[in-house]
């Protein structure tokens, strides 16, 4: 089960505060945030009301922050399913996990089978298995929305059901939608919210593309959206943190802010030489 913290808990609490409570992610996911929970915990607000994240992929941080009230949201509509299905019927998706086998053979049968043909239960299983026995872990499809990743050859379990019915819980009392970062934070936000923004980060060097692990990409033009909306929510009252690139173009988009920059390891790279970078945290309101 998830670790307490015992030396801060006490016997008449009637919840679990969110620095009592924490797990880590099921999922693993390009760009994820487990590496730099140690530096966002720092901007924390001490109080607030609702949580948000539109994009939120792996979900490190919204694990770790544990809040009573949160909206979590995504346009890949693989990840948003996979996350319902986990809060709504995860024994079921257990079940079925425990059928599958762990070789190549029964990968490709696995990643050639269409997901809209499955059901909400089969087609999370399904991204449940891929993700963790694929290369790198790296969720990414092609132009027709197909994933395209091949079998990664790691011996061992694929899946922890402890780790899942943790999650369950968790996602108990959070709002999970299918929608643009946009229409969510229009929707939702409200003065006193504390909003996480982890977009398709600002591509640095030669290979570097918009690829937002989806089939759909996420341009120049998406940035300067990103920053008018940020100005919006910190102008709303909200407390905002936002991580990116450390790449000119965004370094003076948000020059007005504070930022702070951390040096990242990219484990999704397969040569060794290029796994380091450097993230930053915009920290508004």
């Not at 033009?221 to 943190?241: I, M, P, S, W, Y």
């Amino acid at each position: 089960m998830y670790k307490v913290e015992e030396s801060i808990m006490t016997v008449e609490e009637p919840w679990l505060l969110p620095e009592q409570v924490s797990i880590k992610p099921f999922l693993k996911w390009a760009g994820g945030k487990t590496q730099l929970l140690t530096e966002l915990r720092k901007y924390i607000p001490n109080d607030f009301n609702k949580y948000i994240e539109p994009f939120i992929g792996g979900g490190a941080f919204y694990f770790h922050l544990n809040h009573r009230e949160s909206i979590i949201a995504d346009l890949n509509y693989e990840l948003v399913l996979t996350y319902r299905t986990i809060k709504q019927s995860v024994n079921e998706v257990i079940g079925l996990l425990k059928t599958f086998k762990n070789e190549e053979g029964f990968y490709y049968e696995m990643r050639a089978k269409n997901p809209e043909n499955l059901s909400d239960i089969e087609r999370t299983a399904r991204l449940l298995y891929l993700n963790k026995t694929c290369f790198n872990g790296l969720y990414r499809v092609n132009k027709k929305g197909q994933f395209n990743v091949p079998y990664g050859k790691r011996s061992g379990n694929f899946f922890d059901s402890e780790v899942l019915r943790d999650a369950s819980e968790f996602l108990q009392n959070t709002k999970i939608e299918f929608a643009d970062y946009t229409d969510t934070l229009k929707k939702h936000a409200e003065k006193g919210d504390f909003i996480f923004l982890d977009p398709p980060y600002y591509p640095v060097g030669k290979y570097g593309d918009f690829k937002r692990y989806t089939k759909e990409f996420f341009y120049h033009e998406d940035q300067l959206a990103l920053k008018d909306e940020f100005d919006r929510l910190v102008n709303l009252g909200c407390h905002v943190l936002l991580t990116n690139s450390d790449h000119p173009v965004i370094m003076e988009l948000y020059k007005d802010y504070e930022i702070k920059t951390i040096e990242t390891k990219r484990m999704i790279n397969s040569d060794a030489k290029n796994r380091t970078g450097i993230d930053i945290i915009v920290i508004g309101g």
